[in-house]
């Protein structure tokens, strides 16, 4: 049986300071990503994801993704000091959203033997991440739903995903994937933002109106029950 090792929470309010918040923001909520959240009509906190509209918006976003991922780059370093705690080196990893391929890249350096692949809803995203695999023994790309998993049973080694889960309406099915492909013993990392993330701002909105304007975050208890 596959067990998740570790899991980092992180959110956006305690890790944006200064300058960075607002860039970090952008990279947030870009433009490109406002009119994905569609209001659930059961609850004002409830909002469903467009599979296509985000896949859509990402790839549209990619070009210019990387100017403004201060947050995605700090969130994957912290990551990637977690696998200090491996104590044996993974023969196949997989990184789950992994956008333009940066945290990728630093998983094949860190990893030169092992196989290494970008898995992400969006085209626009996995080209751009060419540029960070490199030439010589590069990582793969593949085009796939975090949520079905493209991946045999008991396949991975290690499975990351920095700063994904927020984008899947569907929490149970993506980490029962998670769970699914990885082998026995696999270790499981990643991070999400916690249910404080932009708080602010969704308390504005729901002063003014009965609208769901802000994406609702992730809650530790909710992960343990799914």
């Not at 906190?45 to 210019?64: E, G």
């Not at 991922?69 to 990551?79: H, S, W």
């Not at 994937?177 to 991070?191: A, C, M, N, T, Y």
Request: hydrophobic letters at 45%; charged letters at 25%.
């Amino acid at each position: 049986r596959a067990s998740a090792h570790l899991h980092l929470c992180v959110e956006l309010r305690k890790i944006c300071r200064g300058a960075l918040a607002r860039d970090a923001l952008a990279t947030l909520c870009p433009p490109q990503l406002a009119s994905l959240r569609r209001p659930d009509r059961l609850s004002r906190n409830c909002m469903s994801l467009d599979r296509h509209r985000i896949r859509q918006a990402f790839s549209r976003a990619a070009t210019a993704y990387e100017q403004t991922a201060v947050l995605q780059r700090e969130v994957g370093d912290l990551l990637l000091e977690r696998l200090q705690l491996l104590k044996s080196e993974p023969a196949r990893v997989l990184d789950v959203g992994a956008g333009t391929g940066r945290l990728t890249g630093l998983l094949k350096k860190r990893y030169p033997k092992a196989e290494v692949i970008a898995l992400d809803l969006a085209l626009g995203m996995l080209r751009q991440a060419r540029s960070h695999a490199g030439w010589w023994r590069p990582f793969r790309r593949v085009a796939g739903d975090a949520q079905a998993l493209p991946f045999a049973d008991a396949s991975m080694d290690l499975l990351i995903s920095n700063l994904c889960l927020q984008w899947c309406g569907d929490l149970k099915a993506a980490l029962y994937e998670f769970r699914r492909v990885l082998k026995p013993g696999g270790w499981l990392l990643f991070s999400s933002f916690g249910p404080d993330t932009l708080k602010e701002l969704r308390g504005a909105w729901n002063a003014a109106d009965d609208g769901a304007h802000v994406h609702v975050f992730l809650d530790m208890h909710d992960v343990g029950d799914a």
